[in-house]
């Protein structure tokens, strides 16, 4: 079995003439995203108040550790020296006496309070960061369910189907439709038996009507036929009287009972 395969090619042991120095794995465990975060632990690893913070003591633990990094051929960032050149400034206000002033009213500031706000500021913030990682994440905590549909197989073939079976089946279609169709009934605007009522009233007269009269071509088909038929309906009643001079003569019509009725008048 190959302990190692190097560009694509396996090695079943080590070389005889490979030098390993001394130092080349080293685990470093101890590692901080900035100066104030390695601050901030070391603040915490002794139970000091943030407050109140001996910065002759946390500063040479601070250049310690710096010493140490550069021991460890680790690349430094810009910001842990600038917070060692801070802390040695902070350190040196702290130790030089100050020359008393007229004007000075005994209210000195303390030379830590920026660094004291820098800190609890980068403690709420790294407190809710850690807040925010216990939350589930995706792919760590939680992982979206995925499931694969099962390859559909048919298990019955189509039937092959031809052309003119289609249209057959289009045409049967068709007609069954025709069987739903339906027509709205409506109800007749013209009435017969009010027609009669209208032509026996024209027709209480003493002279023949002519029955081109009764027919209102204005009325279309409908109105002449209406009157047409409340004529002949008033002839079956004998109610009407109708008389022709000659063959293809024009026909008139009058109402029965009408000479007799002026002759009991005069």
């Keep these: 079995m190959s302990i190692a395969t190097v560009r694509g090619e396996p090695y079943e042991a ?8 001394p130092d080349a794995l080293e685990v470093f465990l101890e590692t901080f995203e900035g100066p104030l975060d390695l601050l901030l632990y070391l603040i915490r690893r002794q139970n000091l108040d943030i ?41 040196a206000r702290m130790l030089m006496p100050r ?17 004291v706000r820098r800190l609890r500021e980068y403690e709420q913030f790294r407190a809710a960061g850690e807040r925010i990682d216990q939350l589930p994440r995706v792919a760590r905590d939680v992982f979206p369910a995925q499931a694969g549909h ?26 069954r439709a025709d069987l739903n169709t339906h027509h709205a009934v409506r109800r007749e605007a013209l009435s017969v038996r009010e027609r009669m009522t209208g032509t026996l009233a024209r027709l209480q ?35 009407l009287e109708i008389v022709q001079s000659e063959a293809f003569a024009p026909l008139y019509l009058r109402a029965r009972g009408t000479q007799a009725s002026g002759a009991e008048t005069a």
């Design 14 to 21: 080590l070389p005889h003439d490979l030098y390993i120095p």
């Design 51 to 91: 407050l109140d913070i001996p910065i002759a003591r946390i500063t040479d633990q601070y250049m310690h550790y710096v010493e140490l990094m550069s021991d460890r051929r680790l690349a430094l960032a810009a910001e842990y020296l600038v917070m060692a050149a801070m802390l040695a400034e902070i350190k």
């Design 99 to 115: 020359a008393p002033r007229e004007d000075d009213d005994g209210d000195d500031p303390d030379p830590r309070a920026e660094l």
């Design 150 to 175: 099962p390859p559909a197989a048919a298990t019955r073939p189509a039937p092959p189907l031809a052309l003119d079976e289609l249209f057959d089946a289009f045409a049967a279609v068709m007609a």
């Design 205 to 239: 007269s003493e002279r023949f009507v002519p029955l081109t009269e009764l027919l209102d071509a204005r009325e279309g088909r409908a109105g002449v036929v209406v009157t047409f038929l409340a004529v002949l309906e008033l002839l079956k009643d004998a109610l």
